[in-house]
C-alpha cells in the first residue's frame, strides 16, 4: 500500500484509477484498508475541487413535480390556491415554513434543499 495526498488532477485521476482496480475488495484485508483510505482522499479532493452547489429550491420543486408527473393543479392542497401555487413556482412568492413542511412530505424532498435565506418567510 502506497498511498499518498492527491494534490493534483493527475494524482486524482491515478487514484481514481487505483479505486477501480481494488473496488471489490474484502473489508479488512490490506487491499479493503487502502480503499477505505483511498475514498477519504478522493472524496476530500473531491469536496475542494468539484463542490455540488446547492440547487435552487424553485427549480427542485420543478424537476421532482416532472419526475413524479404532477402538475401545478395538484400543489394546490400543499400551498394554497391555483394562483399562489402559480407564484412561488414563478418566484413571485417566498416559501413559508408551512409550505416547505408540506412540500417535502408531498414530493419527498429534503427540506434542507427548500431551505434558502432568500426564499424562506416565517
Keep these: 500500500m502506497n498511498i499518498k ?4 488532477e493527475s ?5 481514481l484509477d487505483r479505486l477501480n482496480e481494488i473496488f471489490d475488495a474484502q473489508k479488512g484485508s490490506s487491499q479493503g484498508d487502502e480503499l477505505e483510505i483511498l475514498s477519504l482522499l478522493i ?24 419526475e413524479m408527473q404532477l402538475k401545478q393543479v395538484d400543489l394546490i392542497p400543499v400551498i394554497g390556491g391555483k394562483s399562489r401555487v402559480s407564484e412561488i413556482l414563478n418566484k413571485k412568492r417566498k416559501l413559508t415554513v408551512e409550505m ?8 419527498n424532498i429534503s427540506a ?3 431551505i434558502n435565506d432568500y426564499q424562506l418567510v416565517k
Design 100 to 107: 416547505i413542511r408540506k412540500l417535502a412530505f408531498k414530493l
Design 43 to 66: 472524496d476530500d479532493y473531491e469536496h475542494k475541487y468539484y463542490p455540488i452547489e446547492v440547487p435552487d429550491p424553485i427549480e427542485a420543486i420543478k424537476i421532482r413535480m416532472e
Design 11 to 15: 494524482d486524482y485521476r491515478k487514484a
Design 5 to 8: 495526498p492527491i494534490k493534483s
Design 112 to 114: 434542507n434543499i427548500l
